[in-house]
């Protein structure tokens, strides 16, 4: 008795040949495809590192599939989008069966549910197990409750996993969240010595993705000229070793600190390697948890990095999933402006966005803290329109996902924040250097020396005052 063949999609961040979609693949009758799609570089303008990071990666990964000799067909440089790629061969090889991860796109996921209904495919969309928390656990979770809190969420992740917890149940340490010692700025002389992050020597795959995008993306934003990014899972596994061994220790404190020309931080700089699949956030946590152990790091430390993985990053896909596609067209506040054209270049007189948007089109990278209370807090307190801003995030980040982008802007009014994180330019003085040789000053309100920040700060305040009397944290 004869097999059906099947396909077997693999998009670009899915890169692991432990997938759930590999399980039972069958080298005998099954195929891979993966397509190298122009569209995903150009439906937002997408920095130049961004997709290179994407190439390099998925033409190792694919050089890994031939290494073990699965039956593979990589289109590279494609014009067509991945769903009209997967149809074209579908219909030369008369395939009827479709098997993929469940896309971390809705776009990309509805447009394969689309696909299928059309080609009448029989269609097994798997669920992505690279996440603590299944969507159905996540619905389950949210049954019944007035409001949905990460903090809640994050307790019971830690319970459900048994992670960071003592041996009566209890949080270690005695409380769930260390937060509070995890907001210093860096001394005021500077954040000193940093152990920089693990460097990548570029092999022959990624030399050719790199001339390839230099010549065929040139009115793209960003640069190429410090690209460094890890592009296959043994890259990844030296990157998190490294980060643990010499990075992790100063992480905690310092997470929230933002100095001149220092991009990275103490920062693990390993969320791309998570999102392309490379590394699985349990191998992560894992490992932090070894280090905690074996250097007898704070827990503060190693608390605060768990909740950006366990809590955070699978909070914010569980609202994306529950809440798509409305959480796309969200508006609260019914911001109109249009983003401001210097996100693209970085040439603004204001030394805090200058530097974070610099590093941004240098890297394809800033941290949290960099985005949510500089660019993101200056986009919201502007009023720009917020699918504006969620574009230029997707484009310019290369470890952004359209599902991370929720919590900056409050566009969904409250449904997954209590407040809107907003600051002026006080806040950016506490937690940087950035002010210091600033034409704008931070504590002046009005007036051509006025920081633009705290301008649009009291005036949002003074427009929204019935909002934030109305909330205990705010009023």
Sequence with gaps: ???????????????????????????????????????????????????????SAMRHFAQALRDLSYPLTYIKESPLS??????????????????????????LKVAIEGLSAELNLQLDMREDDHFFCTHQEFSAWTEGKKELRLEYFYRLMRKTHNILIDAEGNPEGGQWNFDQDNRKPYPKKGPGIIDKPLSFTHDAITKEVLEYIGKAYVEHPGSLDAFDWPVTREQALEALDYFVEYRLRNFGVYQDAMWTDTPFGWHSILSSSMNLKLLNPREVVDAVLIAWKKYSLDLSTVEGFIRQILGWREFVRGMYYLD??????????????????????????????KDAIGQTLQYGYAHHIQR??????????????????????????????????????????????????????????????????????????FGESACPVTTLYWNFLIKHQNQFEASPRTR
């Design 324 to 353: 798509m596609p409305q959480m796309a067209k969200d508006n609260h506040y019914k911001h109109t402006n249009k983003l401001p054209d210097w996100y693209w270049t970085g040439k603004t007189d204001m030394a805090c966005m």
């Design 1 to 55: 008795m004869s097999q059906t063949k099947r396909l077997f999609l693999i998009l670009g961040d899915q890169l692991d040949l432990q997938s759930a979609a590999l399980k039972d693949f069958n080298p005998q009758f099954d195929e891979i495809l993966m397509v190298e799609s122009a569209r995903e570089s150009d439906y937002v303008w997408t920095h130049k590192a961004k997709i290179a990071l994407f190439l």
């Design 82 to 107: 991945i769903v009209e790629a997967v149809k074209a061969h579908l219909l030369q090889k008369k395939i009827s069966h479709l098997v993929c991860i469940e896309p971390g796109e809705w776009r």
């Design 372 to 445: 949510l209370m500089v660019t993101g807090n200056f986009a919201l307190l502007a009023e720009v329109l917020p699918s504006e801003v969620c574009d230029w995030y997707l484009a310019i980040y290369v470890d952004a996902i359209e599902w991370v982008a929720g919590m900056a802007l409050f566009a969904n009014g409250g449904r997954f924040t209590s407040k809107p994180y907003i600051a002026s330019g006080a806040y950016i003085k506490r937690m940087s250097n950035y002010c210091n040789d600033c034409k704008y000053k931070p504590d002046i309100r």
